[in-house]
C-alpha cells in the first residue's frame, strides 16, 4: 500500500506594504516647515517656529493650512496658500530630501521578496512623485495616492483605502507604515495593521500608537529594516 500524500500548507501570499512618505520614508519635515515658514512670513506671520510646525505632523497639508488660516486670520483663500506652500516645498524637495536608510533597506527587501507596496501620503501628487523621483524610491514604490485624489485626509482612512483598492488588495491584509498618530488612527480605521515609528519621539505615549502591532518607541533611531521584515514575516505566517 502506497503511503498517504504529505499534506502540504500553501505559503501565504507576499503581505501589501503601505508607506506613508513624510516623516516615515523621507525626513521632509524640515522643508515642510520651511516652505510653511516663508509661506507665512509672506502673509506677514514672522514668527513661525519649529515648536508649533510639530503639532501638525501627519496632518495633510490642505488641513494644516486651513488651520493656521484661521489661528493667524489670513484672508487668502485656502488654495492660493496651497499652492504658495507647494511651490516653495518643491523647490527645497528638489534641492535636497534625506531617506532614512532603513526605510530604504526595508523598502528593497519587500521589493526584492515580491511584496505589493505603495506610497498613501497627506502631501500632494507633485511633492510625492518629486521626492520619490529625487530619492531613487520611485521605482520601487510605483502606486502612490495623495489627499488630492480622496474626500479625506488622515486620521480618515481614505487614503489608506484607495491604496489597498489600488493594489487589489484586501485592506485586512494590509500593513501600514507610519510616523504620527493621525496615521496611526487611519490604519486603524482602514482595518489595516501598522508599524508605528514616531517622528516626535516624545508622542510615542500618544494613545493612537497604542493601535499599532508594532511600535518602535524611539523612532527612526531604533527602528531596524530587519525587525520590520521578521514581524511581517511571523504576521503573514499567521494569517496563512
Known amino acids: 500500500m502506497s503511503a498517504s500524500p504529505t499534506s502540504r500548507v500553501t505559503p501565504a501570499p507576499p503581505t501589501p506594504v503601505i508607506f506613508d512618505l513624510d516623516g516615515t520614508l523621507v525626513d521632509s519635515e524640515p522643508n515642510y516647515y520651511e516652505a510653511g ?3 507665512l512670513a509672506a502673509h506677514g506671520v514672522p514668527d513661525f517656529s519649529w515648536e508649533h510646525h510639530t503639532r501638525f505632523i501627519g496632518i495633510g497639508t490642505r488641513e494644516t493650512l486651513e488651520i ?3 489661528e493667524y486670520g489670513i484672508e487668502a483663500p485656502v488654495e492660493a496658500l496651497l499652492a504658495g506652500t507647494n511651490r516653495r516645498y518643491l523647490e527645497l524637495a528638489r534641492a535636497h530630501t534625506e531617506v532614512f536608510p532603513e526605510m530604504r533597506a526595508l523598502v528593497e527587501r519587500l521589493s526584492a521578496a515580491g511584496h505589493p507596496l505603495a506610497v498613501a501620503s497627506g502631501s500632494s501628487r507633485a511633492a510625492i512623485e518629486a521626492v520619490l523621483a529625487g530619492t531613487g524610491l520611485g521605482a520601487l514604490l510605483p502606486t502612490v ?3 488630492e485624489e480622496v474626500a479625506h485626509g488622515k486620521p480618515a482612512p481614505d487614503v489608506f483605502l484607495e491604496a489597498a483598492r489600488r493594489l487589489g488588495a484586501d485592506p485586512a491584509d494590509c500593513v501600514v507604515l507610519e510616523d504620527a498618530a493621525p496615521g496611526v488612527l487611519a490604519a486603524h480605521r482602514a482595518g489595516m495593521r501598522c508599524i508605528a515609528v514616531p517622528y516626535v519621539t ?4 500618544d494613545p493612537a500608537f497604542a493601535q499599532a502591532g508594532l511600535l518602535f518607541k524611539g523612532g ?3 527602528f531596524t529594516a530587519r525587525a520590520a521584515y521578521d514581524w511581517l514575516g ?3 505566517s499567521a494569517a496563512g
Open 37 to 39: 515658514r516663508r509661506l
Open 68 to 70: 493656521l488660516r484661521r
Open 145 to 147: 495616492v495623495s489627499a
Open 202 to 205: 516624545g508622542t510615542a505615549d
Open 220 to 222: 527612526q533611531g531604533e
Open 234 to 236: 511571523r504576521r503573514g
